[in-house]
């Protein structure tokens, strides 16, 4: 799909691929210490975090489960629809499992909420939450993220997973989305 004259395009660069890649070393290097002598399964909230689950994984740098869950709360705009919807589920039980959760960006808190809720349901032996980034000016469920990359401001970003319509997920960087309401 082609890129209109008109169409949001990333501006001003927010989080850089060195930055990016240095804080994912060390989100990995406390996963590692916390988790040592157990195996934790990460579940990567797709799509956004799979760039995210993908590093994190490599940086924890020994053996750990993955899978994948999809959850969807954006239409085609730039704030959250308010609703969440299950779009994908688990392939692996994690009942009696360590359960990390990558996500690639805490907003409202409104879709950890759900999540959150939905997976103790399941009995994970434990639950934690790992997100790149942390938009605090937007929350408005209260969330424990146990290991955070980035506090962000409140403006719609891309590049790294995230994206706007399908676009900018290949993005190295973290970049705001100039020329969005």
């Not at 993955?66 to 779009?87: E, K, M, N, Q």
């Not at 589920?89 to 996500?103: A, H, M, N, Q």
């Not at 929350?139 to 994206?163: K, N």
Request: include cysteine.
């Amino acid at each position: 799909m082609a890129v209109g004259a008109g169409d949001p395009r990333p501006g001003r660069i927010l989080v850089t691929a060195p930055e990016i890649t240095a804080r994912v070393a060390e989100l990995g290097q406390a996963i590692r210490h916390d988790y040592a002598g157990r195996e934790p399964l990460l579940v990567g909230v797709l799509k956004g975090a799979l760039v995210f689950t993908a590093d994190l994984m490599r940086a924890v740098g020994r053996p750990v489960e993955i899978d994948f869950i999809g959850l969807g709360s954006y239409g085609p705009g730039t704030r959250s629809a308010g609703v969440v919807r299950l779009t994908a589920d688990l392939g692996v039980s994690i009942e009696g499992k360590d359960v990390i959760v990558v996500e690639d960006i805490i907003d409202t808190g409104h879709t950890w909420d759900f999540l959150r809720r939905n997976l103790l349901t399941r009995h994970p032996a434990s639950l934690a939450l790992c997100a790149l980034l942390d938009k605090l000016p937007r929350r408005q469920v209260d969330v424990r993220v146990d290991y955070a990359g980035f506090v962000i401001p409140d403006e719609f970003v891309v590049g790294y997973g995230l994206d706007h319509g399908g676009r900018h997920r290949t993005l190295p960087h973290i970049a705001v989305l100039d020329g969005v309401a």
